[in-house]
């Protein structure tokens, strides 16, 4: 049923709930993100507003609304949100979170603290030497790992547990250098229960009591951080962290404030890359075609070399695997499908948007993802399918790329896409070379998605996937490694 809000007609029309007042929160909590889809597609409407307890939710569904909201990063804002929620999760001192609460957008000049964070972080990972030299670090960490997998052959793994803790290596090592405090299993640990937790801790109350386990993990992780700074990691580490920490002294904050931001740092950079590495790897060797496809042109990367005594060298050059497009169309598949998350923005001031929708200052908008990517007049007639070619054919076509949020979109478009895309499609391209995945009860089925933290874009799988690791019949043997050169 439509309704109106209680203090303009000229906001996004309401949607009333079943059950007055609390029936829309009930169904966010019990139905997480399905309750935003079911509601779109039954009213579809571009955009709608839910009222919940007094404050009210935009709701996006259509991309033309969501291109003029991405027309105003400032007033309709991301970084807003990173401000406002990043403090919270960090458990930031009230003086650390008034100067990451300052001038988060930057209109008043780019000094703030959460402007420069933002800006070492974009200028650091677009295409260039930074980006090289992450890339450069992460083929290595790359490498390691290949090479201890063949004390692995034949075994068994629960494969989400083992690419999140393979990736979760290689992206740390990559970006926090050779004092990488994810060394540590520990430290891996308490980061995935501190990640898995956030909507508890943001929900405010009490998060000692009511987020014990999600708050334990992140004052040990703040801890491990600590020791990171005092032993001046970032100085070994990639540009874009050694320019986070001259940030952060420039603004005069304090080690402890410093390891609490990074821990939210680091959800950015590991969140949404390690359930992405999983699906990708989940799409390739469960479905036999997808499978040849990836091999074939996964060997186009690949030189075979042999040293006098007849050793093998089998070498994956990453620096070309972002030019190959089915590469890159198969990540993109992979993402369309399982990036069902929501983005968020803030109405920082009353807005009116294309003269038509007044958004009220201090509401949120939600930007579901499912409806986007599962619409047949984008994607066609079987948007429900995986078809890795599907990006290929679309390339040139007339596909509004507001219409993929994989790594969302206008001025906030995520600046890890260029690494992580780079060192997903380099896993997974050897690993389809060189191995076999075997699932353990003799077929691949789907496991689902946990949709369980909302504040993921990219879910990962509710149930288990176990899959025996085979070397490939064929290319036993022979020393792998990855390279990226410049
Ligand atoms: C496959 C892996 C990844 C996915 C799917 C992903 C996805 C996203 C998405 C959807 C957003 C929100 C954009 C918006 O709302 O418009 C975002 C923002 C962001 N991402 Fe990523 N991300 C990934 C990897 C990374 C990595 C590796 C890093 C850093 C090393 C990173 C850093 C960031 C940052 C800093 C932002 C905020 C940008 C801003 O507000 O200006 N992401 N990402």
Sequence with gaps: MLGRGSNSQREPPFI???VPFVGHLVGILLQKRKYFTSLSSKYRLSLYSLDLLGGRIYIVNS??????IQRLPKKLSFWFIEAKFGAKLAGLSKQAEMKLLDNPQGEKGDHSLLWGAMMAIHQNMKPGKSLDQMNQDMARHLTTILR?????????VDLWEWVMHKMTLVTTESIYGPLNPFREKAVEDNFWDFSDNTAMLLAGFMPKIIARKGYKAREELVLAFEKYFAAAGPTTACNMIEAQWQNKKTHGISMNDSARLECVNSIAFLANTIPTAFWVVFHAFSNPTNLSRLREEASK???IQNDESGRIFRILDATRVRDNTFLVSFLEESLRLQALGAGNRYVVEDTLLDGRYLLKKDSLIIIPNEGFHSDPSIWGADPKIFDADRFLRLKGKKVNPASFR???????????????????LTMVSVLALGYDLEPYSGRWSYPGEDHSNMSLIVPPPADKVVVRLRRRSGWEGGLWSVRYEV
């Design 63 to 68: 991309v033309d609304v969501l291109q003029l």
């Design 406 to 424: 994989g790594f969302g979109g206008g001025a906030n478009l995520c600046p890890g896409r260029f690494f992580a895309m780079t060192e997903v």
């Design 301 to 303: 990367l690949l030189i």
């Design 16 to 18: 009333l709930p079943t």
């Design 148 to 156: 201890d997998l063949d004390a692995e052959d034949g075994e068994t």
